[in-house]
């Protein structure tokens, strides 16, 4: 059923490990041979190897399968592919050395479909583990989790050979989730961990050069930093194939009246709307894109979707990207009417200017267009905007306020009472649609 809801995850491209329960036959024990018995020879052999598959088809770690196929030539030509379809690596030497090993194995490679890089204290949408999180003030709590040089050189040397795995379609990075390359002059600045970003990302845009072709790539704690990799043509190149992109954006959430810094706003303006952004046109094979800030943006700093079309567009999904003439959220899911099926806002608000008493528009007027456009939308998701209190209500406006950015007005704004009967509206139509193909299909 369609509604307004709150989806306890976003699009996510990729499953980082399966978690399937391990078999519970263990793995050293054969079943009991019974010389008395007489078998039709086929039959005798099938019954084990029945057992064999049944057996492997349970295992799902990768470290088992790795291990099983080393007991015998059966094993091993059974579990390879499986064993090798996702690579997870962490933030150590030995970790790139093991996937740049498999990269550069003729017989290992061509079975490498996913590869996976996780922070230690990241989960796998990017949060902060719980055994990582500390009992202190925000971030004076934190460890910085500092990488070593030469690992964060064995990772960028690592991805640099991703064009050798010639299946591989989805790469998953999930960075670690605090930020601070919030002092300039601090000693440790550039932080390891925006270094390790960057090595990464450069490895790949050299891959990518030499012919490699994803189909999705998700970056989970981007951190909001202009890197000289962006504007590589070769990175160019790693986003043009791609069918699905995730960018979830880490920035720091320390304004002393300062708001927006100066390379947060460079990111937002330069390397998110001109670089990041997947190349758009007729041929664009983009079906779904996932742009998510924890800051708001798009009027301060500035940020535009401008006119791009991507004619394969089936899912888009934003979150605290604000409504705007110039930003272009409304136009680019207007534009794409034809062919979204699934479309997500999460904490977006329509700004009101300092001399200013109302907003240029209010969300009914939003709702009612996406309502008469959106007719072959399949599902909606509009998340709703709380304070600390847990009042508020869907989604918002704010007032600029400068050096601070767009406050949230959770006191309410005049004029915005038909808001919440015009999204009802909107998500009974994309129900009632949905429904009446469903019975048209039947």
């Known amino acids: 059923m369609v509604a307004i809801r709150a989806a306890h995850s976003e699009w996510q491209a990729v499953a980082v490990v ?29 019954a084990p190897l029945e057992l064999a598959k049944a057996i492997s088809d349970e295992v799902s770690a990768p470290s088992d399968l790795r ?60 949060k902060l583990t719980e055994s990582a999180r500390p009992n202190k003030l925000p971030r004076q709590g934190y460890d910085r989790d500092i990488i070593p040089d030469d690992a964060i050189d064995a990772l960028g040397a690592a991805f640099a050979l991703t064009d050798r795995a010639p299946a591989l379609e989805t790469v998953t990075l999930i960075f670690y989730p605090v930020y601070f390359e919030v002092f300039p002059w601090d ?8 270094r390790a970003q960057r090595a990464i990302l450069g490895g ?14 998700t970056l989970l704690n981007l951190l909001a930093q202009h890197s000289p990799v962006f504007d590589e043509p070769a990175f160019a190149a790693l986003l043009a194939p791609l069918r699905a992109v995730r960018i979830d954006v880490l920035a720091s959430d320390i304004h002393e009246g300062d708001y927006p810094e100066e390379d947060f706003a460079e990111f937002w303006e330069t390397s998110m709307t001109h670089r990041l952004l997947p190349p758009a046109g007729p041929d664009a094979p ?26 394969r567009l089936a899912a888009l999904s934003v979150k605290s990207i604000m409504f705007g003439a110039t930003v272009g959220v409304e136009e680019l899911i207007v534009r794409h009417a034809g062919t979204l099926r699934r ?34 939308l399949e599902e909606l998701v509009v998340r709703e905007d709380r304070d600390e209190t847990g009042d508020g209500r869907v989604l918002n406006y704010g007032h600029f306020d400068p050096g601070w950015g767009y406050i949230a007005n959770f006191e309410g704004t005049e004029g915005e009472e038909g808001d919440g009967p015009a999204l009802q509206a909107f998500v009974d139509a994309v129900e009632a649609r949905r429904g009446q193909r469903a019975q048209e299909s039947d």
């Open 204 to 217: 790949l845009a050299r891959a990518a050069s030499a012919g490699l072709k994803l189909h999705t790539l």
């Open 18 to 46: 399966d978690s399937r329960p391990r078999a519970s036959h263990p793995l050293h024990e054969t079943p009991p041979h019974h010389h008395h018995h007489h078998r039709h020879p086929q039959h005798h052999a099938r």
């Open 67 to 126: 291990a099983l196929r080393a007991a015998s030539k059966w094993w091993h030509a059974e579990v390879t592919p499986r064993a090798f379809h996702t690579i997870t690596i962490r933030d150590t030497v030995h970790s790139a050395t093991g996937l740049a090993n498999i990269l550069q194995d003729a017989a290992l490679s061509p079975y490498v479909r996913e590869i996976v890089y996780q922070d230690p204290k990241a989960d796998s949408e990017g």
């Open 343 to 376: 479309l997500v806002i999460e904490s977006s608000m329509i700004g009101i200017e300092e001399d200013e008493e109302e907003p240029p528009q209010f969300w009914a007027a939003i709702w009612d267009r996406f309502r008469e456009t959106l007719v072959g």
């Open 286 to 311: 983009l079906e779904a894109l996932t742009i998510r800030s924890e800051e708001d943006v798009g009027l301060v700093p500035g940020f535009s979707f401008a006119d791009r079309t991507y004619p």
């Open 187 to 194: 000693i440790l600045s550039p932080s390891s961990q925006l």
